[in-house]
């Protein structure tokens, strides 16, 4: 079923100024509010990659979290302000970190995957890209200090990584959720939570390019994704209790609600992690027809 039809580095001399202006929300002072607009056509989705990928550390499992975006749209910056805060933390856990790795995409070297196999599944953040080549990943302002010495929760209320709205990485490409299902997006972080039982809670705010040029932030304030990797911080989904996907909101759909009754699955079509009586009421409302435009 488709459902999208610590310190900071030195940045280069010559990019301080790019940077500011692409990044305005980690300023003191706010931007104009004409420059930009808001959109809820932006959320996010997890891939569950693989359970115990790293050997002799207890129970984990590795999420790529990505950005859903329409078609032709970008993310050029994941940040926090004031407003919205940048927050990814492990609930029951700690993130994994690999002494060859880094906070962000641009210090995988796959090169070394050879030597510390288990680099492959750091803990980072990113625009696109899994490791450092073809990579332009910047950052500002964000204190990776205790993300990186002990795995704990990433936040920042002024800071931001980002790339130029130039670099292709932040282009939308085609990918599959936990659930199997298919949209476009473009991958901001690679997450492996150590725990037996753990998941993932932040929120965040992400900044891109529509598919006209213009500029636009989604404030995603509270997303939570679970064991299984089901999140509920989708965008808003035409059709969306078309559970079995064949246009058609009925019984068959209503029979998927049941037979996940209360597990939180990817049947949870009201995506608050629960497959209960509100989605029951969600079928029931869409009955018949349903198309997606």
């Known amino acids: 079923m488709d459902w999208l039809g610590g310190d900071t580095p030195v940045m280069r001399p010559a990019l301080i100024s790019t940077a500011a202006a692409l990044c305005p929300f980690v300023l003191a002072q706010p ?12 959320g996010l989705a997890a891939e569950l990659v693989g359970t115990d990928l790293v050997p002799d550390i207890g129970s984990n ?13 970008r993310i050029d910056a994941i940040a926090g302000n004031g407003s919205v805060g940048m927050r990814f933390e492990a609930i029951g856990g700690t993130f994994y970190q690999n002494s060859f ?22 803990s980072f953040l990113t625009i696109g890209r899994l490791t450092a080549t073809d990579n332009e990943l910047l950052d500002l302002g964000i204190d990776w200090a205790a993300f990186e010495a002990s795995g704990s929760a ?8 980002f790339i130029l709205p130039t670099d292709s990485q932040g282009d939308s490409v085609p990918f599959s959720d936990s659930c199997g299902r298919t949209g476009k997006g473009v991958l901001i972080a690679q ?26 932030q ?23 209790a078309d559970i079995s996907g064949d ?4 019984i068959f759909d209503l029979l998927h609600v049941l037979e996940h009754w209360y597990d939180g699955s ?3 079509i009201t995506r608050d992690l629960v497959v209960g009586i509100d989605d029951i009421y969600l079928v029931i409302d869409s009955w018949g027809s349903c198309v997606a435009e």
């Open 101 to 122: 790795g880094g906070p962000t995409s641009s210090a995988i070297n796959s090169g070394f995957f050879t030597l510390a196999p288990s680099l492959e599944w750091d």
């Open 218 to 240: 989604a404030l995603i304030t509270d997303f939570s994704i679970d064991q299984d990797g089901v999140s509920n911080a989708l965008p808003e989904v035409v059709c969306a």
């Open 154 to 161: 990433l936040e920042t209320t002024n800071g931001s990584v």
């Open 31 to 42: 931007a104009p509010a004409s420059w930009f607009f808001t959109t809820s056509e932006v």
């Open 191 to 216: 997450l492996t939570v150590v725990g037996e039982g753990a998941t993932l809670e932040g929120s965040v705010l992400l900044q891109g390019g529509d598919d006209f040029g213009q500029t636009y």
């Open 247 to 250: 246009n058609e909101v009925d």
């Open 266 to 268: 990817c049947e949870d």
């Open 61 to 73: 499992r590795t999420y790529r979290i990505w950005a859903v975006t329409p078609d032709n749209w």
